[in-house]
């Protein structure tokens, strides 16, 4: 891998927000497994999430005991490792195709991969790929802040931390002091999965969070359909849907059209942000 140039004083995630604030919209923020079905497959499907609609990407790095991942996110992760996904696979991905897709790349993963690769090693590869920011949904932000962000930061990556409805006040300012580009809001205490409806008080929630943070929050966990989408784009810069599109994934795996439907399904997504 070649050395990484320096960046601007604004991130690629945070000049992403920007854009979509200038629109007077939210961001839209798919999320897939990579190497699921295969790692052949994985750049098809990615070109189209942006052809759809996608301004960042969150991209999972496979792991063996997701455990705040749903049945569907766990199937797909099982899938991938048995495809040969890996770390070092899935940054060999993003350090092919960054640049050709445009958007900016973020890394969901477990705290496992990256403490067995070794914090600096991983900081170092990630920006040399690619990668725009990092999420490690494991990872309390105090234990971030002591190592992994300020490794990630040495490298102009963003650390990225998860913030829920049970979050105190100190937590939420702790997370926000951890966080690069945005903060994440998940829209259920429990794991990822589709939902039939959205949290009542989550209008509320995020309103919340938005005033101890200065930052753009996103929020994900349950979101699945375009009236969705438009009821969080509401209240959040921007809007993950994760759980919807990789069963989208398993269920047409065999399917030659596969990434047209995925790209037709992110269109449909993102459709109520473009209005």
Do not use: W
Not at 65 to 93: C, F, K, M, Y
Not at 102 to 108: A, E
């Amino acid at each position: 891998m070649s050395p990484r140039r320096r960046r601007s004083s604004r991130s690629a995630i945070a000049a992403a927000f920007a854009g979509c604030s200038r629109q007077e919209r939210a961001a839209f923020i798919p999320f897939l497994v990579a190497g699921d079905p295969s790692l052949k497959a994985t750049p098809d499907l990615l070109r189209a999430l942006v052809a759809g609609g996608a301004d960042v990407i969150e991209l999972g790095v496979s792991f063996s005991d997701p455990i705040a991942d749903g049945p569907t996110i766990q199937r797909a992760s099982n899938r991938a490792l048995a495809a040969g996904s890996s770390l070092s696979a899935v940054l060999g991905i993003v350090e092919r195709h960054r640049e050709e897709l445009g958007v900016p790349i973020v890394l969901f993963t477990y705290y496992n991969p990256v403490h067995a690769r070794g914090v600096a090693t991983f900081a170092a590869q990630a920006a040399d790929s690619g990668v725009d920011g990092v999420l490690c949904v494991d990872l309390p932000p105090d234990e971030g802040l002591r190592e992994l962000q300020p490794a990630l930061s040495e490298r102009d990556v963003d650390s990225i931390y998860l913030i829920a409805a049970t979050s105190t006040k100190e937590r939420i300012d702790r997370a926000a002091a951890a966080s690069n580009g945005f903060v994440y809001y998940t829209a259920r205490s429990d794991v990822t999965g589709e939902r039939d409806d959205l949290i009542p008080t989550l209008a509320r929630e995020v309103k919340r969070v938005r005033r101890r943070v200065h930052l753009p929050v996103a929020v994900g966990f349950g979101i699945s359909t375009p009236e969705q989408v438009e009821e969080v784009a509401r209240v959040a810069h921007g809007v993950v849907v994760g759980s919807s599109l990789v069963r989208l994934v398993e269920e047409n795996a065999g399917e030659p059209d596969l990434a047209a439907r995925l790209e037709r399904r992110v269109g449909q997504l993102t459709a109520p942000l473009r209005r």
